[in-house]
């Protein structure tokens, strides 16, 4: 598929099963077989029926889950419940510090490195102004609206220089419109500091818009079942929704996505 | 000041100056109770005069010690008790029904134990505290968001930096729920045990001028104990206001 030197991440025959608690033998198989290769510096976006598996598989790759079978290796090397340095997550839920002021926020993603104070400044100043936050230093979250929280997670993975970020659903929460310019401003954030970013979403426009391959997944247990490449140029936005691509991609998202959509639905109906 | 402040204010002088009149008139007698101007002036006297300042001074720094070992211990067991679920539903029971426990029934027992010292005395405030600092810990332990738990292991941040930096943070408004408590109970402890038998401080004093027909000391007192405790209390809540505020929670 792809030379070696080229893959950030490698999904090899990864199957995840949980034990429904205090059943044992009562085991749900959320995702797999499953594997994947992220490119380097590519943004790669997952859809998929909800109860797909998304999550986990995000959780998988972050190394906040272990795999029940195969293995995902990061940079070369076998990720097993470890979390591995140079990988930063922003999830759907509110993770702000809600004791800490904007720019402590920011600043707590820092905390362990042995960076100087002078470097340390730089860098949240730097993720402040970056996500436009400058006004509201120090603001706390409860002040701002859920778009500003949001941000400030994401400044808060910044500063660490995360080699690759993964998005849990992160524009979830937001009304259409913040998603769009939110969606922007990731395209933005992606191309300035080259890492590999794995978006999760449940919006097929999202995936499409902001993604280079975009990776379907079945109802669960989640596998792919398509891999859909946009062949978008590096520099875009959010404009790019007005082009015929556009719905072309959609299309085939949608495509391939309803009958495992209406699958999912019928399994949930019937439970 | 908001109406219901005005009101607080107005009902209190009202109060204030309907027992000032019912001494004064004599309806109540002074045997019975000094009319309030009296009673602050005797507090003031007391307090220039230093007759009793080692009473005042050995019931507060007793207080205070079983005020802070309430919450050094109280809050040490909650994070314990939080990561070791089979013992804090073993023991949950207790903590529920802790405060239907006379824990003045153990005084007797303590000072066989440790004498007639300061120590048993430290201990009743500290038992009545402990278990209510235990309780607000655990509830806001439980309080904090997953989401948080995974950002500290992303962070790749170890289980005391997580308690330290994250947990303990998010419940502070909690545990000073249950600091609020823990003053008011150290109090509650140390001034019953003395009343009970001691051999000095406030609770001490008050009964021994309870017993003398002293009302020139005891009222003063009272007044001082309430004053303190109400104090305390007051800047305490609104520290805990103040964390609630700037979490939007208010």
Redesign the interface.
């Known amino acids: 598929m792809s030379d070696a030197a080229s893959v950030h991440v490698a999904l090899k025959g990864v199957d995840k099963v949980f034990e429904r608690s205090g059943r044992p033998g009562d085991v749900v198989h959320a995702v797999g077989p499953l594997d994947l290769e992220l490119r380097k510096g590519e943004f790669f976006a997952i859809v998929g029926p909800s109860g797909c598996g998304k999550s986990t598989l995000l959780e998988l790759i972050a190394g906040l889950a272990v795999a029940t079978r195969g293995e995902v290796v990061f940079e070369g090397k076998p990720i097993r419940g470890q979390i591995p340095d140079g990988v930063g997550v922003v999830f759907q839920e509110d993770a702000c510090f809600p004791w800490l002021t904007v720019s402590d926020n920011i600043a707590f993603g820092l905390r362990r490195s042995r960076l100087g104070k002078e470097e340390r400044h730089a860098r949240v100043e730097g993720a402040l102004t970056m996500m436009g936050l400058t006004a509201f230093a120090d603001s706390y979250p409860a002040q701002l609206s859920g778009g500003m929280r949001q941000r400030v997670c994401i400044a808060r993975t910044l500063v660490r220089q995360p080699r690759l970020i993964l998005l849990d659903e992160p524009f979830g929460a937001l009304d259409q419109q913040t998603r769009l310019l939110m969606g922007d401003e990731v395209l933005r954030l992606w191309r300035k500091t080259d890492a590999t970013v794995f978006l999760i979403t449940h919006a097929l426009d999202e995936a499409a818009m902001l993604a280079d391959r975009i990776g379907v997944m079945s109802a669960r247990p989640g596998r792919l079942i398509d891999i859909v490449e946009t062949g978008w140029p590096r520099e875009r936005d959010s404009r790019i929704v007005q082009e015929d691509a556009f719905g072309t991609v959609t299309a085939r998202l949608w495509r391939t996505l309803r009958e495992e959509s209406l699958k999912a639905i019928g399994k949930t109906g019937a439970a | 000041m908001t109406r219901a402040a005005l009101f607080r204010s107005a009902l209190f002088v009202l109060v204030v100056a309907l027992l000032e009149i019912l001494c004064r008139v004599g309806i109540i007698d002074k045997l019975t109770m000094q009319p309030p101007h009296r009673i602050v002036i005797d507090l003031w006297r007391i307090l220039a005069s230093g007759s009793l300042n080692a009473a005042i001074a050995k019931t507060l720094g007793n207080a205070a010690t079983a005020f802070v070992l309430a919450m050094v211990v109280g809050v040490a067991s909650g994070v314990v008790l939080h990561r070791l679920k089979l013992v804090r539903e073993t023991l949950d029971p207790l903590f529920a029904t802790y405060y239907a426990i006379p824990i003045f029934a153990f005084y007797p027992l303590l000072i066989i134990l440790f004498g007639l010292g300061d120590a048993p005395q430290i201990l009743i405030g500290f038992m009545l505290g402990v278990v209510a600092v235990i309780v607000n810990t655990l509830n806001g332990l439980d309080r904090v968001?997953r989401?948080?738990m995974?950002?500290a292991?992303?962070?790749?941040?170890g289980p005391v930096?997580t308690v330290w930096?994250?947990s303990l943070?998010?419940a502070?408004p909690y545990i000073l729920t249950g600091a609020k408590l823990a003053v008011a109970y150290s109090l509650i402890g140390i001034i019953g045990a003395e009343f009970i038998m001691s051999r000095g401080g406030m609770g001490y004093e008050i009964s021994f001028a309870y017993n003398n027909f002293d009302n020139a000391t005891m009222y003063p007192l009272i007044l001082l104990i309430l004053l303190v405790s109400i104090t305390i209390n007051m800047l305490l809540a609104r520290w805990e206001k103040r964390?609630m505020i700037?979490?939007?929670?208010r």
Not at chain 2, 153 to 157: D, L, Q
Not at chain 2, 246 to 249: A, D, L
């Open positions: 968001p989401t948080l995974k950002t292991r992303i962070a790749r941040m930096a930096s994250i943070p998010y502070a964390l700037r979490r939007g929670q």
